[in-house]
């Protein structure tokens, strides 16, 4: 009825190339970003401190994983890790230059965690599948036992954590103890759609079909011309940048400080379920995965106790607690089951079904 | 030269001087490298028979400890709470099959690796819904376990062995030779064989895999009970025994997830490799380089042979 392709002709090459060709997908995402910037001034600090700015920090670092693991085949356990290089390199960045903005280091930091996923893709020339995923649990363990035992990179602090100094943009205070939700989540949300652009230019193009095709069969790729190794690294460091920048936002922006357990190996697993739930090879998928890995549990923390509180059975913390990993668990192997392509793939039959609607066909 | 000498002659001399220590080591690593061959056998079995990879192994450990030992502080008799044990391990085989697999057939690798993880998050809040958070001792004693230690005074010096660790080593041994034997003369064996081999052909044999998936996983269950139970006797049973299962992962990946005489030697090397290195090079850089080091001597190992030491060789064809 309102979602039509017909009438949209496409005059020139660009136009047939583009993300997003259709007008009414662009009408869609504009409105999507724009009550994105809304939600900052119409909701309340809850709702930016304690879902947005996390839901959109984890679709980044999901954005990060799926280049990896969706689009190029490549699994990683190690993503945990890679974060913890990103906000560990612009901490010491941030009091190393303290004249320099903030976001600045945050893109910066970005590159040391690409350098260090590099350096750890390496042996994914040779081991694959499940195989891999024990090059990159070495990186997970080696890293974090480095946050650890290496106090220079904590500016020898004593209690071994990281804080986050105050740091301002135009004279707003967006890093550190004075900053507001509502600045993060502004600061959060553009450094989101500016990557999340990028990334969607880069597996759109000719980047991304070399991925892919190592993905589908990288012998074949191979043959076709498509050199492995660079291919590969290219896509650990690409996927480690996003993951070190979401890493530094996770700790400045969102946790405003942290330890060197917030990049343990759980942090990977969850990283994962979000790319998995949400679909391999979509960005829109990442942003679902997210979506549905955290705030779930938020959602039933909520309504689990209202549920219970009619028939007046009061339930402890504890049980409300182990009924929501009982109720994710089933989740999760309900959606798999459900649609194993992931939320993306229902993503894109609604989009298919809506093209015709309301006829059948 | 002084950082040469001390990573490269120090740790030597240092063996040589008391070989009562190294010998102390030695018999610590291959202990834990029984034990993380227990865990990994379970993750073979499923791999083998399923193409699964199940990272729900570590929570099987966990939680069928939990049943044993909270079947026994409800009053059942410490044997009969072991027979128990195994029968609701059954019951999860069967639910699992029918639930999680059934309907997940012919999916991607992925996919069913990561319904293994929707089960552990289940088992985690079922079994913490049921048995609570806290840890427990393992009923070592009821179960006929061996405890106290011998001192064997050898190589100028006193050498311990724990004898729960005696009895883990001979137990384990005799687990893997009854399912070595199980696996190669039995009739359930050889259609395990088969299904491992190709799905499809079984299939059209007339082996049931529903059937077969079922028996693995039972199989597993049993592993994952001793493996609990022997855990459970040296750290007591909590949840947090459920990480042990990334310890096995290494020790898969080295031996190859097809082979079960391969976990049993990668068991050993990571278990000997990380005692010996946490003792004689961890000082070096200041000690807790177990949480790695095994990953690291897979990692090694996997470049020069990447299906793992037994691991049937990846032929790739386009």
């Known amino acids: ?361 | 030269m002084d950082i040469l000498y001390k990573v490269f002659i120090e740790p030597f001399l240092f063996m040589g001087e008391a070989p009562d220590l190294l010998v102390q080591t030695l018999w610590e690593g291959l202990v834990s490298g029984v034990l993380y061959a227990l865990i990994a056998l379970g993750f073979v079995l499923i791999f083998k028979a399923s193409g699964v990879f199940n990272f729900a192994q570590g929570i099987m450990v966990v939680f069928s400890a939990l049943i044993l030992v909270g079947l026994y502080e409800k009053g059942v008799p410490a044997f009969l709470a072991l027979i128990l044990a195994a029968v609701s391990m059954l019951v999860l085989a069967l639910v699992v099959e029918r639930v999680v697999l059934r309907p997940l057939v012919n999916q991607p690798d992925i996919i069913l690796f990561m319904a293994t993880f929707g089960l552990t998050y289940f088992l985690i809040g079922f079994g913490e819904l049921i048995f609570g958070g806290n840890p427990r001792e393992m009923i070592t004693g009821q179960l006929l376990l061996p405890q106290g230690t011998t001192e064997i005074d050898a190589l100028g010096g006193s050498i311990r062995l724990q004898h729960l660790d005696i009895a883990a080593a001979v137990i384990a041994s005799i687990m893997i030779g009854l399912l070595a034997v199980f696996f190669s003369k039995t009739r359930i064996g050889r259609a395990l064989r088969a299904v491992a081999d190709s799905h499809k052909a079984a299939l059209s044999v007339g082996i049931s895999l529903n059937q077969i998936w079922v028996i693995v996983w039972f199989a597993a269950g049993i592993v994952a009970l001793v493996a609990g139970i022997m855990w459970g006797a040296r750290s007591g049973v909590s949840f947090s025994l459920q990480i042990i299962a990334l310890k096995a992962l290494p020790v898969l990946i080295l031996g190859g997830f097809t082979s079960i005489p391969g976990a049993i030697i990668g068991g050993l090397i990571i278990g000997v490799g990380e005692k010996v290195g946490e003792f004689y090079w961890g000082p070096l850089v200041g000690g807790g380089i177990e949480t790695w080091l095994a990953y690291a001597i897979a990692l090694v190992f996997l470049l020069y042979r990447p299906q793992g030491l037994f691991g049937e060789k990846i032929i790739e064809r386009i």
């Open chain 1, 1 to 361: 009825m309102f979602y039509r392709e017909a009438g949209q002709f496409k005059t020139n090459y660009v136009a047939d190339s583009a993300i997003f060709p259709l007008r009414e997908d662009r009408i869609g995402i504009g409105l999507i970003v724009l009550a994105a910037y809304a939600l900052a001034f119409i909701g309340n600090s809850f709702l930016l401190q304690a879902v947005m700015i996390p839901f959109l920090v984890f679709s980044l670092a999901s954005i990060g994983l799926n280049i990896l693991t969706g689009y190029t085949g490549l699994l990683s356990l190690g993503t945990g890790a890679f974060m913890g290089v990103g906000a560990y390199a612009c901490y010491k960045l941030m009091t190393a230059f303290p004249e320099v903005n903030v976001i600045v280091w945050i893109f910066v930091s970005g590159f040391f965690s690409a350098a260090i996923g590099a350096l750890f893709g390496l042996p994914s020339l040779r081991i694959k599948g499940f195989y891999l995923a024990v090059a990159t649990l070495a990186a997970q363990f080696f890293l974090q036992w480095c946050f650890i035992r290496i106090p220079w990179l904590v500016n020898y602090n004593v209690s071994g954590a990281l804080d986050a100094p105050l740091r301002t943009l135009f004279g707003i205070p967006i890093v550190g103890a004075t900053a507001t939700p509502q600045t993060r989540y502004l600061v959060v949300l553009t450094i989101v759609i500016v990557l999340t652009l990028i990334a969607s230019n880069l597996v759109h193009g000719r980047i991304g079909r070399m991925w892919i095709a190592i993905r589908d069969m990288d012998l074949a790729a191979e043959l076709m011309g498509i050199r492995p190794l660079q291919t590969k690294l290219l896509a650990f460091a690409v996927s480690s940048y996003y993951c070190g920048v979401a890493g530094a936002l996770l700790v400045f922006l969102w946790y405003g400080g942290a330890e060197y357990d917030v990049f343990n190996i759980n942090q990977s697993f969850f990283i994962l379920f979000m790319v998995i739930i949400g679909g391999l090879g979509s960005l829109i998928g990442s942003f679902f995965g997210a979506a549905l890995i955290f705030i779930l549990p938020i959602v039933l923390g909520i309504v689990l106790p209202a549920l219970f509180e009619p028939f007046g059975i009061s339930v402890g913390a504890d049980v409300i607690e182990h009924l929501r990993f009982m109720i994710v668990g089933a989740l999760i192997i309900f959606f798999l089951i459900v649609e194993p392509h992931g939320l993306a793939r229902l993503w894109q039959i609604g989009k298919q079904k809506l093209l015709v609607w309301p006829f059948p066909y």
